[in-house]
């Protein structure tokens, strides 16, 4: 029998579920999966569009799926379709080897193209992350990670190419102790640490990418003179990934000085004194992200106690 491919359908869920679950472990993808979370992450964003979800059929038997998307604007507040990104291709193991993930990624190529896609991108990266984050990768979208070889070789063959790389950082919080550093030693003298839990969106598409998750932000106040939010840090609390790891963890996703306070030692303060404050709510594990060549974060972290667990490839095609 022929294999059938179409777009998503309501009745689909069950199915692609079951595709998720037989997929081989990865230290970044969840399991298991459940048609709820993929409900609550995949199809109840507002932006879903069925016509990007395509499922590849042999009989009444759903055997592999292809997920292309879009990203926001430069400002957030709407969807803007030059570049695409097909999320992920998944094939039952014993379907693979047939071509049929090749044709699902086509035909994801295709529709990017057809709605104005100039470049298309292979996994999540940046603000390319309107699906998948807390089913794949972490604190946020890598690429394709090293620890995921066989899509990185299919994305390759397919043509696209490594563009760039990001890391991905541990620290686990048990063991933490802040930096010996003056400046640091000085801040804790002269500034105070605020959390804010669950903070307000910043943007349309924040909402949508980060509301359904559990967050919490850390801005550092200067006592005298009195200025607010000089730095600032903020987390969400990763549970999907939690139950896999077997531990709770917060992925960080944003870090920023005011740029008339920089190299004053803010940053490691305030994440300093935010890990602190997370272990204090049990939360054993912090990952962040940074790309390859951001030698500034790269050192911070060092000195932080961060270590390198994995890493991504930024997938590009032309």
């Known amino acids: 029998m022929a294999i059938v491919y179409r777009t998503f359908r309501n009745t689909d869920p069950p199915q692609l579920v079951d595709i998720w679950r037989s997929q081989p472990p990865e230290r970044a993808l969840v399991q298991p999966m459940s048609v709820m979370l ?8 507002q932006y879903f569009d069925p016509a990007g979800l395509i499922v590849a059929w042999d009989g ?17 507040s709407q969807l803007a379709t030059e570049m695409g990104v097909t999320h992920l291709v998944m094939t039952r193991p014993h379907y693979q080897r047939r071509g049929i ?9 295709e529709y990017l193209r057809s709605r104005g896609a100039g470049v298309l991108y292979a996994g999540g990266v940046g603000h390319l992350n309107g699906f998948y984050l807390g089913m794949y990768g972490g604190s946020e979208m890598p690429g394709v990670l090293d620890s995921s070889p066989a899509a990185q070789q ?66 550092v106040d200067l006592k ?8 600032r840090v903020s987390f969400w609390m990763m549970e999907t990934m939690s139950a896999a790891w077997g531990c709770h963890a917060a992925g960080l996703v944003e ?3 005011n740029p008339e306070f920089r190299r004053q030692g803010l940053a490691m303060y305030v994440i300093g004194e935010a890990i602190l404050e997370l272990r204090n709510h049990n939360i054993a594990l912090v990952e962040t992200q940074t790309m390859v060549h951001n030698t500034a974060a790269l050192e911070l972290y060092k000195k932080l106690g961060f270590t390198e667990v994995d890493r991504g490839r930024v997938l590009r095609k032309a």
């Open 224 to 231: 005298q003179p009195a200025t607010p939010s000089v730095a």
């Open 60 to 76: 009444d038997t759903a055997v592999g799926f292809a997920h292309a998307a879009f990203g926001p604007s430069d400002d957030g």
């Open 255 to 257: 870090l920023s000085t």
């Open 38 to 45: 993929f409900d609550q992450l995949i199809l109840a964003k």
């Open 101 to 109: 993930g090749r044709e699902l990624l086509s035909r994801a190529e």
């Open 154 to 219: 299919f994305f390759l063959a397919a043509g696209y190419r490594e563009i760039d790389q990001t890391l991905v950082l541990h620290r686990e919080t048990a063991t933490f102790r802040p930096p010996v550093d003056r400046r640091v030693m000085q801040l804790r003298r002269t500034a105070a640490v605020r959390a804010a839990m669950d903070p307000p969106a910043t943007s349309w598409w924040d909402a949508c990418t980060m509301g359904i998750f559990a967050q919490a932000r850390f801005d």
